[in-house]
């Protein structure tokens, strides 16, 4: 598990130049082009923690030019989702981003990212369908058009996003593809506080003693890597394990747990080759998601 570290890696002191249209944004974007530089862009809605930034050092390291987009995206939100209330924190987002050779933000209001008579939506297909999108539906219709809009207004070398989210990586790659979109995605590592929590912008929903129990979904992923280290290869008994250890924690409540093929979300009934862990459950009011590869290549897996 990737933990939080400090950097001061690429650490400039100005905080980065905002823009708000897309008029603005394509402006600045054509003069890197005839410079020549290569465009890294980081779709992010705010309220950036260590998981963000780290997807920003690695744009910074391998691209000419990082765009930081900052969006609140309405059209992945389901009704009674958290829409409204999600974390907005524009200035302190700069103040973060500064550490970092960030060229552009990109922060635009929902009306210039969807006009008064916008009508479109994309269907990825069946890599949407099982759990998030069971549970939130048209929640990757919304990712997925939104990621498009993005796409299409920066169109960067390469564009990065964070493992934690490990379905909604799998639906953009499957976007990608689809539509033979020219962009390199990066899927980087899950970031990690000290205590095993994967960073979430809505982890800040949680009260001090909820956030103690959260911290059951990593410690679930990690019962379920050694069992696998030590031999276990029955999905039915390893999902049984991880259920035991939610159920130390009275205040959350799972959603689902299932292991799948690594890359995809196809559930596995037997480990015999590279697996993902993955999980969700309500801490209170508060919903998270985690996952982690409990086994690699199938050489390792051989009994």
């Known amino acids: 598990m990737n933990h939080v ?23 600045e974007l054509a003069i890197a082009r005839r410079l020549g530089k290569s465009i890294g862009l980081v779709p992010t809605m705010g309220a950036l923690h260590a998981g963000h930034l780290s997807l920003v050092a690695a744009s910074c390291r391998e691209c000419d030019f990082t765009v930081v987009t900052i969006f609140v995206n309405p059209t992945q939100f389901g009704p009674g989702e958290d829409f409204s209330s999600y ?6 987002d700069r103040t973060a981003l500064a550490a970092y ?11 210039e990212v969807y006009g ?27 990712v997925a058009t939104v990621v498009l809009k993005l796409f299409n207004l920066v ?30 995605l990066r899927v980087c590592a899950i970031v990690r506080d000290h205590d095993g929590l994967a960073l979430s912008s809505r982890n800040a929903y949680l009260s001090p003693a909820q956030r103690q129990q959260a911290l059951v979904l990593s410690r679930s992923l ?4 050694e069992l696998v280290a030590t031999g276990e290869r029955r999905t039915a008994r390893i999902i049984d394990r991880m259920r035991e250890v939610f159920a130390t924690a009275p205040e959350v409540k799972i959603d689902y747990i299932a292991l799948v093929r690594d890359g995809t979300v196809d559930e596995v009934s037997k480990i015999d080759g590279p697996t993902t862990a993955v999980v969700a459950a309500r801490v209170g009011q508060t919903r998270l998601i985690d996952n982690e590869l409990i086994a690699r290549a199938v050489a390792t897996l051989r009994e």
């Open 116 to 142: 008064k008579n916008h009508g479109s939506s994309l269907d990825v297909g069946p890599a949407a369908v099982p759990f998030e999108g069971a549970r939130r539906p048209g929640h990757f219709s919304g």
């Open 101 to 111: 050779a960030v060229d552009l933000v990109f922060a635009p209001a929902v009306e």
């Open 155 to 184: 169109m960067p070398e390469v564009a990065y996003f964070g493992r934690k989210d490990y379905q909604q990586s799998i639906v953009v790659r499957r976007l990608v593809d689809d539509l033979d979109l020219p962009i390199e």
């Open 5 to 27: 570290t400090q950097s001061n890696s690429n650490r400039v002191s100005a905080l980065p130049r905002v823009v708000n249209s897309k008029t603005q944004l394509r402006a």
């Open 222 to 225: 990690r019962v379920a890597s």
């Open 87 to 92: 974390p907005r924190s524009l200035e302190a």
